[in-house]
């Protein structure tokens, strides 16, 4: 990270800043990998500082092709009278700052050091007095490169007798634990030993872990552990590029102890610290206090800084990767309210919120959201409501490509929309790649991150769907997954989901989609279609030869519920009924259809419908079976069996043979 621009940032008056350079602040931190804390902290010196926002902001920026860098908060401190190092002859811009301060430079000639007094601190604050300690002074090698490699060395005496002898000697540390090679140091353990050895398995007790970084400057180091406030029990200066940090980690034993660690280090890592992991063993050694190193001091630091055991370091670890929103205060908002999102489907749904569809299987759902595709990359009305212009993605996970794109382009053509905006669509055909959506929307979001996108449209979600339908917790989890494509890249969310089984005319509307009531409970806004039962007059005069009529019925978060919409499906596209004939009409499964019309009565029109819709959908290497059709229509077998006994020559001319196949097992009939 460039020295130069934290100067700068210093430099920079927060209440003199307007919100564009204020924020252009921030991003230029994010680009140059600087944490969001950096900038939150600067912004507190501002009147306008809302807690929280920082943070906000910061997991909303994304990388691009024309970011902002470190180079703007130089020019905004130049522009205010601040010069950068090398353009006033006191350093070069690329040169490196080595010096960290008086505090930090371990010469011999810094100030008087009291070297036994850190070795007895030390051992005071890390060990009890019965503890047997590990450390290695005099057994040391040099190997090829000529580096000094440590020994075994002593790891039989207590605490209390090293403290003891300092205290007999307090003028010379040699006479207490033997005189150390000047180019080489000296080492301790920082965990007891049972006194009959130095490996994993001599270790007592799990109590500290060892981190260590040589990758960023002291100052960077010492500032990092005091802000995540490790639970440090001693901090050493090592003499060389680093600081050697004694963390609690107070393990019941071995397996814990290394649980514990690997997430320390971890959570190091994601701050922004590479961590030496040859650190992670209970029986490692680390510099110790109160010899010198090359003419360097290994000298102590600190001791008891940050919190004062990992449990309680724990909870403050897992506040600060909290990601949930900082909580406001109404009172904020009295004079100004924030500004509600654009409508994108007038009086249905906001951009940036989430829809469901819900309907039967004979419905004609697939067709529906591509004509609001097309309304809203048209700025069309759909089904009677006024939709913004915008580009919009459709994620078909059921269609052929080229059925989907010709579906389009019919569905167009029977509107009577002038094709001027086609741009505005986006198809992602994922028909056999469909991987479950936790898996899928990262990769979607990073497909339309940026790209100006108004809605997205996931058809259908049985493709993806993760967990059991019925169970509660499983289908919030899934459902979370659509709130992060909204949170994420500003789009609505649009999805569908078919009926459960059994007549649906005497539930609401919110009730009917199948499994757990999450679905109706989630989304902002949840349209259902159920279809209409008609007489015997309207079938035979007023609906076209194989129309269905359909009733919309709302749950809205948002607005007021919608008067109920009739249309009819007159392939390939839903025509709202303007003459009021369906007006009338029940609902199938309700108590008035089942006065008026046996439910099972349909046309030979429904009837081919029906097939021909579950075999486009079923099929697979040009087979299909009854079974499938069944379950995926909602219907029972056998009247998938009449079906297809009814159409035989009309289903051969145009799909192909239709055959039995039985099992030879016990006998059984197989499927058709």
């Not at 990758?215 to 440090?232: F, S």
């Not at 050493?236 to 590029?241: A, E, I, Q």
């Not at 029977?414 to 790649?433: D, F, V």
């Not at 087979?623 to 069944?630: G, L, M, P, T």
Request: glycine fraction near 8%; proline fraction near 4%.
């Amino acid at each position: 990270m460039n020295a130069n621009i934290i100067s700068a940032l210093k430099r920079l008056d927060v209440a003199s800043l307007n919100y564009d350079e204020w924020l252009n602040v921030g991003l230029a931190l994010h680009a140059e990998g600087y944490d969001w804390t950096v900038w939150d902290d600067w912004s507190k010196n501002d009147s306008r500082y809302k807690n929280g926002e920082c943070e906000r902001k910061w997991r909303t920026f994304r990388g691009n092709s024309n970011p902002v860098t470190g180079a703007t908060i130089i020019q905004m401190a130049k522009a205010r009278g601040w010069t950068p190092y090398g353009e006033d002859g006191i350093m070069g811009w690329n040169d490196a700052i080595n010096d960290d301060g008086d505090y930090y430079k371990p010469r011999m000639q810094q100030k008087p050091w009291d070297a036994i007094g850190d070795f007895m601190a030390y051992l005071k604050a890390v060990f009890k007095p019965d503890d047997r300690i590990g450390y290695v002074t005099n057994d040391v090698r040099q190997d090829e490169e000529g580096e000094w490699k440590p020994g075994r060395g002593s790891f039989d005496r207590t605490a209390g007798e090293l403290i003891e002898s300092l205290e007999r000697h307090p003028d010379d540390l040699g006479a207490t634990i033997g005189d150390w090679k000047p180019d080489a140091g000296a080492w301790i353990r920082f965990n007891p030993l049972d006194g009959t050895g130095v490996r994993n398995e001599n270790v007592v007790a799990f109590r500290y872990a060892l981190v260590e970084s040589d990758e960023m400057t002291i100052a960077e180091q010492e500032a990092l552990y005091r802000k995540l406030e490790l639970p440090i029990v001693a901090l050493v200066h090592s003499g060389g590029k680093s600081l050697h940090a004694i963390v609690h980690i107070d393990a019941p034993d071995y397996d814990e102890y290394r649980k514990r660690v690997d997430k320390l280090y971890a959570f190091l890592q994601g701050h922004g610290m590479k961590i030496d992991r040859q650190n992670r063993n209970p029986s490692r050694l680390s510099r110790l206090p109160g010899v010198t190193r090359c003419g360097n001091r290994q000298y102590l630091v600190a001791t008891n800084i940050g919190r004062s055991s990992w449990l309680e370091w724990l909870d403050f670890a897992e506040g600060l990767e909290d990601v949930l929103p900082s909580m406001v205060s109404l009172a904020d908002y009295r004079n100004a309210p924030p500004a509600l999102p654009e409508e994108l489907i007038e009086g249905i749904l906001r951009r940036g919120h989430k829809m469901l569809i819900s309907g039967s299987s004979k419905a004609g759902k697939s067709f529906l959201l591509m004509e609001l595709c097309i309304a809203l990359a048209e700025g069309q009305s759909w089904l009677g409501f006024k939709c913004r212009q915008g580009k919009v993605l459709y994620v078909n996970l059921e269609i052929d490509p080229a059925s989907c794109i010709n579906r389009f382009l019919k569905i167009y053509e029977a509107l009577g929309i002038p094709m001027r905006n086609m741009e505005n669509i986006a198809i992602w055909n994922l028909r056999g790649h469909a991987i479950p959506l936790n898996e899928l929307v990262p990769k979607l979001i990073r497909r339309i991150a940026n790209q100006g996108f108004e809605a997205v449209i996931i058809d259908p979600i049985y493709k993806v769907i993760t967990g059991d339908e019925n169970n509660a917790s499983d289908m919030g989890a899934f459902c979370n997954q659509f709130d992060r494509i909204c949170d994420e890249t500003g789009c609505s969310t649009i999805y569908c989901h078919h009926h459960s089984k059994g007549a649906q005319g005497a539930k609401r509307a919110m009730d009917r989609a199948s499994g757990s009531g999450v679905f109706a409970r989630d989304p902002d806004a949840q349209l259902d279609m159920i279809q209409l039962v008609l007489s015997d007059d309207l079938e035979n005069n007023v609906c076209d030869a194989g129309s269905t009529g359909w009733r919309m019925e709302s749950s809205l978060r948002e607005f007021a519920n919608i008067k109920p919409v009739n249309f009819w499906f007159r392939y390939p596209i839903h025509v709202i009924d303007n003459s009021g004939e369906l007006t009338k009409a029940p609902s199938e499964g309700s108590s008035e259809a089942n006065l008026s019309k046996s439910p099972n009565r349909t046309t030979r029109e429904e009837r081919w419908q029906t097939l021909d819709t579950g075999f486009n959908v079923c099929v697979e290497n040009g087979v299909c079976r009854v079974q499938d059709i069944a379950e995926y229509m909602g219907v029972d077998e056998k009247t998938i069996r009449k079906y297809v006994k009814e159409f035989s020559d009309e289903f051969h001319n145009t799909r192909g043979i239709i055959t039995r196949s039985r099992t030879a097992e016990n006998g059984e009939t197989g499927n058709e």
